[in-house]
């Protein structure tokens, strides 16, 4: 079984082009969606995410929106805890797609190490 887990070197969810997720406002509040909008840099990009080492400069300081956990999944997407799995595992492929394509090394590294065949 395929188990979620964030992968290093990977950063895809820190790409947060606001065109490319027009319903935010859905799963965001006022406050939210304004901090998510206060952190998206002019190539789309978090302003915390460093693109050398590939990771977040503020990871154990990030917002509520930037955790996978299932309390935050619950509020925002209503997703109960034992859909989590599966739900975070589709979320990051669709993202690491977006950002990387269907084929690339990132895709690859992220399946291999959720277990997902």
């Known amino acids: 079984m395929a188990t979620w887990q964030c992968v290093k070197n990977c950063g895809a ?5 606001p065109s490319e997720r027009p319903e935010l406002d859905e799963y965001l509040g006022s406050e939210e969606l304004e901090l998510y909008l ?3 840099g002019e190539d789309g990009w978090c ?3 460093n693109h050398q080492n590939r990771e977040c400069s503020i990871y154990s300081n990030r917002p509520r929106f930037c955790r996978v956990q299932p ?6 997407f209503g ?4 859909e989590l799995n599966d739900f ?4 990051c492929q669709q993202q690491i ?3 990387y394509g ?7 590294q992220y399946n291999d190490q959720v277990g997902w065949v």
């Open 13 to 17: 969810c820190c790409y947060l082009e």
């Open 38 to 40: 206060s952190l998206v």
């Open 47 to 49: 302003i915390h995410y």
């Open 71 to 76: 309390e935050v999944f619950t509020e925002m």
């Open 79 to 82: 997703i109960e805890p034992p």
């Open 88 to 91: 975070a595992i589709d979320c």
């Open 97 to 99: 797609e977006g950002v």
């Open 102 to 108: 269907a084929d690339s090394t990132e895709m690859k």
